[in-house]
């Protein structure tokens, strides 16, 4: 048969018009850019661009599949079921005609911008209700805790960075922002990087000192190095205590903190993972701690940062489980609300009005309202470096309507200002620290070795914008004693079961968990369901922390959890 | 010629150059991450070998190699998704899921004037797009590292 001969193409694309935004789905302010060739979007990296040269992360690349993907709603959902934009807005006038000021609940999470926050706080004033809440309950919204004296970091403070303190996957939360603090790495061989993690991650292996703590202690651990890089940091620190809590050498954090001192520039980065982290403000706080003895500024990475509604979300679910609540409008990211086994007390409320941009999965009673996605609407806010301003990267979907136009129905929501940020002294987060040892006393009282092949669960944020959106995660990570203890090898069965879902995983075997802990990716709603909602009783935030689960080898394949993508847009 | 390079020291396994190309053929990505040696993960993409064993494998020629710019390239509109490329790879970086009835093989994306996607977003620098496939020079007493996929450095 004849060679196939055909010309090398390179299109032209010249005329080909690419859209300039800042990304929205995190605080590092990426631009980013799609062309449309009229049929199709495809990513385009703008490579002029000051915070990150036209890289993206997977998430960032994942923006033309959002603009084109086969699950976006369109379409007005009542029961699960389609209906009109009339009816629906028919329905709501109704609902909010029978309902008191009080029986009706706002509560608004990931994808809302600053200035519909603001909207959402005039709204409920205008209708007289107090139950406004803020639903984005990751531990990451805990970086709003703010300690006085310390300042935010800035490009310049990473790249000119002698030593750098890392506690959490900074590198998978941002990994845009990585390329910063390789480069002030590797630029200078006296250079420090410090990491703090209760997993050994990728990142720790760019450590030159990678103190690994028991999980969920990382706070004790920061506090014990505050105190030892400035030393009278306030009585009340026990150094000693905290170490053994955290379960770390001594002498690893002082040669930590021998490299954190202030006569070195540098900056303190943290990341907190849903299902990682006990005690999310106190974990925030402590880093920023370390950052204040060490003359430091601090950044906290997260996808977005809301201001904590004047009612307490552990407040309204209390108030949903007595059925005080008639009315929930729901807007914003749809975990925990769409997740039964972890919110039950949803099911009490008679009607039910959410915004989202894709088909929910598994479905949501009441109303679900299509809105067009961040990538198809102006907005105006902060990135970790400063002011940013987002232009629409496509035209809205159709059939799918901005946020305005829905609020409308409920009233005149004026913008009213709201606070992110919560400050804290110094003193208080020393007194959080000594009402956390208790905690942790209380804990250990109870015995891990009552419920057999016991261990603790730990949430992992994995590489997204794959297969659509992200893997399977049908995979746990398990270490090699503990393999052994339950006798599974690399690639067997385990079945997990929390006190809220159980499920199937295929084992790899790895040392980067330490013995009595499991690992588990966060992104799918079922692996997300094996996490109880706590109430952290330092602040009464609610948050999803580290979680006790008992194990079980099992011989039969894991049936895949197929795709979710309403669990993180 | 210009080739991918990476440089295993600064990658830090974030996986957006799966991304980008999965985000770009809407489906299989032509660059993945495997495992090498028994624990680093690390991407993989096409060499474009000069004597391309995927080329020789076609049993309809539908593999060939650009002798100008050094590209291997497969039509599309040829390819009856036989899997052989797939089979003969000696880098096994042709994945074997079939799309759309093809294999997928890497282009170079030599659609984009630009290059490569995967190097573009690439938030590291990790990957290159470089004339010269040799290593980049060491700097004084910094060393390139193979790290296993939790982060331990193997070589
Ligand atoms: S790092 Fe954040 S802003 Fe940058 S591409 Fe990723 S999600 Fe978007
Ligand atoms: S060069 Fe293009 S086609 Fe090849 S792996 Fe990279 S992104 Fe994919
Ligand atoms: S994009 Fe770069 S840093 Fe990320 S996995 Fe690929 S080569 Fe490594």
């Given amino acids: 048969m004849a060679k196939v001969e055909w010309p090398d193409r390179a299109e032209s694309r010249a005329e080909m018009n690419a859209t300039r935004t800042t990304c929205p789905f995190c605080l590092n302010g990426c631009t980013s850019g799609v062309e449309f060739n009229g049929v199709v979007h495809q990513m385009h990296y703008f490579t002029d661009a000051e915070v990150n040269k036209g890289r993206l992360c997977p998430r960032g690349n994942s923006a033309n599949i959002v603009l084109d993907h086969r699950d976006r709603l369109c379409r007005p959902l009542l029961d699960g079921r389609d209906t009109t934009w009339s009816e629906a807005e028919a329905l709501v006038r109704t609902w909010l ?3 008191k000021p009080e029986e009706l609940a706002v509560v608004y999470s990931r994808g809302r911008a600053a200035d ?8 409920a004033e205008e209708l007289g209700t107090p139950n406004l809440a803020c639903g984005h309950i990751e531990p990451e919204n805990c970086f709003n805790y703010r300690l006085e004296g310390v300042r935010d970091a800035g490009l310049a403070d990473i790249e000119s960075a002698t030593a750098m303190l890392l506690v959490g996957d900074v590198f998978s939360t941002s990994p845009v922002a990585s390329w910063r603090m390789l480069d002030a790495r590797y630029k200078d061989r006296k250079n420090r990087m410090v990491v703090v993690d209760s997993v050994r991650t990728r990142q720790a292996g760019f450590a030159h000192s990678f103190v690994q ?15 030892l890089i400035e030393s009278g940091l306030a009585p009340g620190v026990d150094v000693d205590r905290y170490v053994e809590l955290a379960g770390v050498k001594r002498q690893q954090l002082e040669a930590a903190a021998a490299m954190l001192g202030p006569a070195m520039p540098g900056f303190v980065a943290s990341a907190m993972h849903t299902g990682r982290v006990r005690h999310p403000a106190f974990h925030s706080l402590a880093g920023q701690l370390v950052a204040r003895a060490g003359v430091k500024p601090f950044v906290g990475f997260r996808e977005t940062e809301l201001p904590s509604g004047p009612m307490r979300f552990a407040d309204l679910r209390r108030k949903m489980a007595e059925g005080s609540i008639k009315l929930l409008f729901w807007t914003g990211g749809l975990f925990p609300f769409s997740y039964a086994e972890l919110l039950p007390e949803a099911a009490k409320v008679e009607h039910i009005v959410a ?5 929910p999965e598994p479905p949501v009673r009441g109303l679900v309202l299509p ?7 102006a907005s105006a806010g902060r990135s970790y470096w400063g002011e940013v301003e987002r232009s629409p990267l496509a035209a809205p979907l159709s059939g799918t309507r901005q946020f305005g136009r829905v609020l409308e129905w409920f009233g005149r929501a004026a913008e009213k200002p709201e606070a992110a940020v919560r400050p804290v002294g110094a003193a208080d987060v020393v007194a959080m620290a000594a009402r956390a040892v208790d905690a942790a006393r209380s804990e250990a009282a109870d015995d891990p070795d009552r419920v057999p092949n016991r261990v603790l669960l730990l949430g992992e944020k994995k590489a ?8 399977p995660e049908d995979e746990v990570s398990v270490n090699r004693a503990d393999a052994e203890r339950v006798e599974v090898s690399n690639h067997g069965y385990l079945m997990v079961k929390s006190p809220t879902a159980e499920r199937e995983f295929r084992v790899r075997v790895t040392d980067a968990v330490p013995a009595g802990v499991m690992m588990v990716g966060t992104n799918v709603h079922a692996n997300r369901c094996l996490f109880p909602l706590e109430k952290d009783e330092l602040t009464g935030e609610v948050t999803v922390a580290p979680t006790p689960v008992s194990v079980e080898k099992t011989e039969s394949m894991p049936v895949a959890s197929g795709e979710n993508p309403s669990v993180w847009v | 010629m210009k080739r991918i390079v990476l440089r295993p020291d600064y990658c830090i396994g974030c996986r957006s150059c799966e991304a980008a190309c999965r985000s770009r053929f809407k489906g299989e990505a032509r660059i993945r991450h495997g495992e090498v040696t028994t624990d ?4 993989q993409g096409c060499r474009h070998c000069e004597e391309p064993l995927c ?8 593999i060939v190699r650009n002798p100008d710019t050094g590209v291997v390239r497969k039509s599309d509109f040829h390819c009856v998704g036989c899997r052989s490329c797939a089979l003969a790879c000696p880098f096994g970086v042709i994945p074997p899921a079939l799309m759309r009835h093809m294999s997928q093989k890497c282009t170079l994306c030599s659609d984009r004037p630009e290059g490569p996607r995967c190097v573009q977003t690439c938030p590291t620098g990790a990957l290159q797009f470089t004339e010269d496939d040799r290593m980049p020079e060491k700097k004084a007493g910094v060393g390139f590292a193979v790290r296993s996929i939790h982060g331990r450095r193997l070589a």
């Fill in chain 1, 97 to 99: 005609a029978e309902v």
């Fill in chain 1, 116 to 123: 519909e926050v603001r909207r959402l706080h005039g709204l």
């Fill in chain 1, 213 to 227: 703590v028991r999980p969920g202690t990382e706070p004790f651990a920061l506090l014990a190095l505050a105190a």
């Fill in chain 1, 355 to 359: 915004t989202s941009i894709f088909r």
């Fill in chain 1, 371 to 377: 809105l067009t996605a961040e990538l198809e609407r």
């Fill in chain 1, 464 to 471: 997204i914008g794959l297969r659509g959106f992200h893997d």
């Fill in chain 2, 40 to 43: 680093a993960l690390l991407p």
């Fill in chain 2, 55 to 62: 080329a020789a494998a076609c049993p309809f020629q539908v």
